[in-house]
C-alpha cells in the first residue's frame, strides 16, 4: 500500500512538472511589443466569439494613444487602484499574493485577486478571462517574460491601451470618447476616477452610472490619491460628493 500511496506521489508530481514546463515552453514571444502595438488582443478575441456565440454582433472600438498623452493623474489613479507597488515589483507582487491568499481562505471562497498591472496585461495579450489554475500559470511566466524584455512604462502604456472598459471599449481613449465625448488629455478628475473604477467590473458597471459599487470604489480612489499627495485638499472635497 505504501508503495503504491508514493507511486501517485510521484505520479503528481512528475504531471505537475511536466505541466509547468510545457507551460514555460510554449510562452509567447513578447519582444515584438518593444516597438509594436498589438493588431489585437486574446480578449478582445475571446469578447468577439462570445459574441458571435450569442447572435450578436460587437463593434470593437479602440484608439491607441501615447503614454505622454495619457494625463498623469490618470495614470496615478490606475496605478494606485490597481497595483501600487508597479515600479517596484518584477511584475509579481507576493505580498500581495499572500494577503489574497489569506483572504481567499478566511471566506472560504475566491473573494480578492492579486493580479499586477502586467499580470493583467499578460492575460489581456494573450491568454482569457478564465479563472484555471493553468491559466493563472500562463499568467505568471508571462508576466515576467514582460518585465524582463520591455520598460516599466512601456508595459503600463500597452496595458492603458487594451484594458476593457465596456461592451466593445478597449483601452482609455476609446473609453473617453465613448463615456464623455472627449479626449483621455481632456477628462475632469471625476471623469478619470470614474473610467478607473470601472477598471474591475467593465461589463457589469458603468462609469456614468452611480451605482452603490461604483460610488464606493470611486470614493475610495479618490481619498487614495489624496493621502498619497496627487490632488489636493479642494479637490479632494470638489469631486468627492459627486459619490455619495
Known amino acids: 500500500m505504501k508503495k503504491i500511496i508514493l507511486f501517485i506521489i510521484l505520479g503528481g508530481i512528475c504531471t505537475l512538472v511536466g505541466g509547468v514546463l510545457w507551460v514555460y515552453l510554449n510562452l509567447p514571444n513578447v519582444g515584438y511589443l518593444k516597438s509594436q502595438n498589438p493588431k489585437t488582443t486574446a480578449v478582445i ?7 458571435r456565440a450569442s447572435g450578436k ?11 505622454d498623452s495619457i ?3 490618470f495614470k496615478e489613479a490606475v496605478r494606485v487602484a490597481e ?12 505580498d500581495e499574493v499572500w494577503e489574497a491568499i489569506q483572504k481567499n481562505l478566511e471566506e472560504g471562497k475566491f473573494a480578492r485577486g492579486a493580479s499586477t498591472i502586467t499580470q493583467q496585461l499578460a492575460k489581456n495579450l494573450f491568454l482569457s478571462t478564465d479563472k484555471s489554475l493553468r491559466r493563472k500559470l500562463e499568467e505568471y511566466f508571462i508576466a515576467r517574460r514582460l518585465e524582463a524584455e520591455l520598460s516599466k512604462n512601456r508595459i503600463f502604456h500597452l496595458y492603458l491601451n487594451v484594458i476593457e472598459f465596456g461592451p466593445g471599449v478597449f483601452g482609455v481613449e476609446a473609453a473617453a470618447r465613448q463615456y464623455f465625448g472627449k479626449s483621455v488629455g481632456q477628462l475632469s478628475l471625476e471623469e478619470v476616477v470614474r473610467l478607473t473604477a470601472v477598471i474591475p467590473k467593465p461589463l457589469t458597471e458603468s462609469p456614468t452610472r452611480n451605482s452603490r459599487w461604483l460610488n464606493g470604489r470611486a470614493g475610495w480612489i479618490l481619498s487614495i490619491l489624496r493621502k498619497t499627495g496627487h490632488i489636493s485638499a479642494a ?7 459627486r459619490f455619495k
Open 235 to 241: 479637490q479632494y472635497k470638489e469631486v468627492i460628493g
Open 71 to 73: 494625463p498623469a493623474i
Open 57 to 67: 454582433e460587437l463593434k470593437v472600438r479602440q484608439v491607441w494613444v501615447g503614454f
Open 83 to 94: 497595483d501600487a507597488s508597479f515600479y517596484e515589483h518584477e511584475g509579481i507582487d507576493y
Open 45 to 51: 478575441d475571446q469578447r468577439l466569439r462570445e459574441s
